[in-house]
């Protein structure tokens, strides 16, 4: 009995297991769509990569045939295994977005667990067989072919994430496939539910809370929680909180592929949509603007065809264009739409403005920060309108509206400053207003923390250079989170002359809090603006 070369082989194994959670916390934060993955393991080849495949090619070299010697290298390899296990838990702590332990994820890290045990197991078995010695296929080198292949997927920690992921799919289909029928049984069985659909690039999530809070006077309500805008996201609200009781439901919809808004219309069956926006968001996967808006359309195609009507925020000139081909309500700023915001008025303390719809006026005041906000209350109030919501009950709503979380929240912070968490925000255009709110805090000084702008495709270098422009007009001190994507946020900086001594980059969101934090008092006003998860850092 090869007790060292057992040994050894397990301890490697158990490391590749450690080493899986950072596969699957990347897996995880790329929806589990293994191309996105793919796009991150591209950028992330790094010394650590290089050195795993460098002892998966000792132990090739030293597993077979058994010597002193390999067994030694083997065993050191082992021993090393044990440092790389506790990087491992190193790499967790500094996280930006953990791996969650969601039962997909306990099923995936069992799947890897299962495969490697197994090729060990059989692997042991064939070295304490009886088989033939002096075959040319003995059992001394099926052995050695069954530990090479658990050391490269030890080693090489990608592969077996790629290969429990290909295991267990399946399952996750099938049980996807239940789920979603369950959540369409749900939805059938309650022919007096009105479901609403809120889609766009970005203003979608604030739209469907506040929208929510609003029907909340006059309906029971059940919104979609946080940012679940995926047809799994939409299935588990239906199944945990649609009760009988239920009279609306907002489910919000996301999209990164063409398609994918109307999958999840197949599942909630809305008869009223919003579409709060169409702009360059997930470029990367969308291609061009054209199948963004056609994709953002496929719910106000979906309404139209279940005779019902879509809202639609004619400000955006690309909705705009499209609304004479839906039985549409048109909200926004300008006397054409059917209702608008007028008189906007905003600073530091919220916003107020009058609300326009047919032969009613009246005014709203919120402790919500930014423009932007006055249309995404409006879209709502135009909605909350048409559903019978009397102006009153709107207004009340509105004064009683509490930020999103991380959607330019503002708290206080570190010696007495004000912090405006904006770490959610991800469009282009909120961000440049995220910025100009910060230039409205008079003569305090102003410090963004920003990593810029990802899934832009071919405009992504752009919206950050213009993002560096305008954070060089309203701030005093710019943070730049990661070398690689700060480069077009530094270049907008530096060409409105801002002071150098106040641009710094950093590597990691720990590293900035060191720098800023001597800086806050309470004479500080200080944003996050964006804050990317692990697959984009960099």
Partial sequence: MDIVLYISVGVIAASGLFALCRQLQMLQQSSYYPSRYWGWLKGAIRVRTNLALMGFLLFIGSAWPSTTYNRCVIFVLAALSLIRIKLCFSDRRKSIKKLVFTDRIKRTFV???????????????????????????????????????????????????????????????????WYVNDAKKILKNMPDLKVIGVTGSYGKTSTKFILGRILNEKFNVVVTPESFNTPMGVVRTVRDKIQPQTQIFIAEMGAKNKGDIKEICEIADPTIGIITSVGPQHLDTFGNIETITSTKFELADWCQNKNGKVFLNADNEIIKARSANYNSVLYGTTETCDCRAENIVYGPSGLSFNIISGNSEFKVSTKLLGVHNALNITAAAAVALDLGVSCDDIAFAVSQLKPVNHRL???????????????????????????????????MKKIIVTPGLVELGEKEYECNRRLGEEAAIYADIIILVGPKRAVPIAEGVKSRGFNEENLHIVQSFAEARKLFTPMCDNNTVIIFENDLPDNYAG
């Fill in 111 to 177: 799947a890897a667990a299962v495969f490697l045990a197994a090729l060990i197991t059989v692997g042991i078995l064939l070295g304490e067989s009886s088989l033939d010695q002096n075959s040319i296929v003995n059992a001394g080198f099926l052995q050695y072919i069954l530990f090479t292949i658990c050391a490269f997927f030890s080693f090489i920690a990608p592969a077996t994430c790629l290969v429990a992921w290909a295991i267990t799919y399946p399952i996750e289909q099938m049980g996807a496939r």
């Fill in 409 to 443: 929240e503002m708290k206080s912070y570190l010696g007495g400053s004000t912090l405006i968490d904006d770490a959610y925000n991800a469009n282009p255009e909120g961000c440049l207003e995220a910025v100009r709110i910060l230039g409205s805090f008079g003569d």
